[in-house]
């Protein structure tokens, strides 16, 4: 089992920066992915950035290139994701997630069986 708590959330106007941090315990050698989907309300979940732990390899979600940035801390099992240019379309609830993932589909929520509880970013404008 692997655990995921996440933090960092918050409000901020358009333009603004947040930084999330998901800290992971337990099993987290059974992990080779880690990384961030959200939801927002009336919506699917989407994967948005995830770094594959062993070689640092990153993915992210069209939306957010150029804009947010994740890396890890492996001596402390921690995954961040860095959130600039913050837009209101970025409103949602995001979610840690882990597991062990082949590349092509870092993108699936249905591949990842460990999740955070959330954190709620608002982004107004």
């Known amino acids: 089992q692997v655990q995921l708590v996440e933090s960092g959330g918050g409000s901020v106007q358009a333009g603004g920066s947040l930084r999330l941090s998901c800290a992971a315990s337990?099993?987290?050698?059974?992990?080779?992915?880690m990384g961030w989907f959200r939801q927002a309300p009336g919506k699917e979940r989407e994967g948005v950035a995830v770094?594959?732990?062993?070689?640092?390899?990153?993915y992210y979600a069209d939306s957010v290139k150029g804009r947010f940035t994740i890396s890890q801390d492996n001596a402390k099992n921690t995954v961040y994701l860095k959130m600039n240019s913050l837009k209101p379309e970025d409103t949602a609830m995001y979610y840690c997630a882990a597991d062990s993932v082949v590349d092509s589909l870092w993108w699936s929520s249905d591949e990842y069986n460990y999740w955070g509880q959330g954190t709620k970013v608002t982004v107004s404008s």
């Open positions: 337990g099993y987290t050698y059974s992990s080779n992915c």
């Open positions: 770094i594959y732990t062993g070689g640092g390899s990153t």
